[in-house]
């Protein structure tokens, strides 16, 4: 084997992480694979000779793509990432909670990414807060990408944290008209407007409910109706996301990840509801800066 297939092996080992930090911070899987395609280009031009840590240089350089290709598009209107129900039916960890690095790639080979308002983040407080906040990066480490100094990196990290967890709200998308739908769907749930749930929930709408215990179909809107309150905790807090493509939300308790839920909408109803509550599985796939 050449040195530049040791070198090409070692860039493959580090590639799904180097890939979970694209994808967090810059949105789109497909600009991910791009930033990490031009970090291999400037590894293999520069070889590694002299890198004593090669997955620290490798943070630090796809950190710069990143942060680069944020600048140049800015961070306005794109378009929110997935999050994958179909992934909860993995076994969790024996011991119930993953390290960050583990969380990182397994995020990615499921395709994770809650819909969090990063587009309000400048450049700086995106990178900042997601190298620190998802993947652990030291801040001086953050601070050398930014051009910045430590203290400055901390402060764009937490000031990033101010903002997401305040909940900005999402901008305008595709799916704006189906998520007006969603809102009043919880809004009547929540005060168990029984005439406002039929009048957002199709004549035929099917529920499909799965926890660990088991799973449940409920069919029509009357039945759909009567059990929408097991959605609308009042101590719940909704945040909306997309669902395997679909409208959706993730539901939190005191912080705690508890159910996720997409819903296929059509002329303004809703025709379908699916949903996972699965406290611990989802305690594993989202990153605590998003619940």
């Known amino acids: ?3 530049q297939d040791q070198l090409a092996a070692a860039f493959e080992g580090q590639r799904p992480y180097l890939h979970a930090i694209a994808v ?8 991910a694979d791009d930033a990490v395609q031009e970090a291999w280009l400037r590894l293999a031009r520069t070889g590694d000779d002299g890198i004593e840590d090669l997955r620290g240089w490798l943070t630090t350089v796809t950190g710069r793509i990143c942060l680069d290709l944020l600048r140049r598009r800015g961070t306005r209107g794109e378009q929110p990432l997935e999050l994958d129900v179909g992934a909860f039916a993995r076994e969790p960890a024996v011991d119930g909670r993953l390290d960050p690095e583990q969380e990182a790639v397994l995020a990615e080979s499921v395709g994770l990414a809650l819909y969090v308002v990063m587009d309000a983040l400048t450049p700086a407080e995106r990178v900042a807060f997601v190298l620190h906040d998802v993947f652990g990066v030291p801040f001086d480490a ?6 910045r100094s430590t203290a400055a990196a901390k402060m764009l990290a937490s000031r990033a944290r101010r903002r997401l967890r305040a909940g900005t709200p999402p901008p305008a998308d595709v799916h704006g008209a189906a998520r007006e739908v969603v809102r009043a769907f919880f809004a009547a749930a929540g005060q168990g407007d029984v005439d406002g749930l039929l009048g957002v ?6 529920l499909h409910a799965h926890s660990p215990e088991g799973s ?3 069919g029509g809107a009357a039945r759909v109706a009567a059990r929408a309150a097991m959605f609308a905790r009042p101590d719940a807090v909704v945040r909306p996301a997309l669902v395997g493509g679909l409208p959706g939300v993730l539901v939190t308790v005191d912080g705690r990840p508890i159910t996720v ?3 296929t909408i059509t002329d303004g109803t809703i025709t379908a509801i699916r949903s996972r509550t699965d406290p611990a599985r989802l305690g594993q796939l989202v990153p605590t800066w998003a619940s």
Do not use: K, N, W
């Not at 967090?24 to 600009?31: A, F, K, Y």
């Open 1 to 3: 084997m050449t040195s």
């Open 142 to 147: 953050i601070a050398a990408i930014l051009g």
């Open 261 to 263: 839920m997409a819903f």
């Open 24 to 31: 967090r911070v810059l949105g789109s899987h497909t600009d």
């Open 216 to 218: 449940v179909v409920v």
């Open 201 to 206: 929930l199709a004549p035929d709408v099917e």
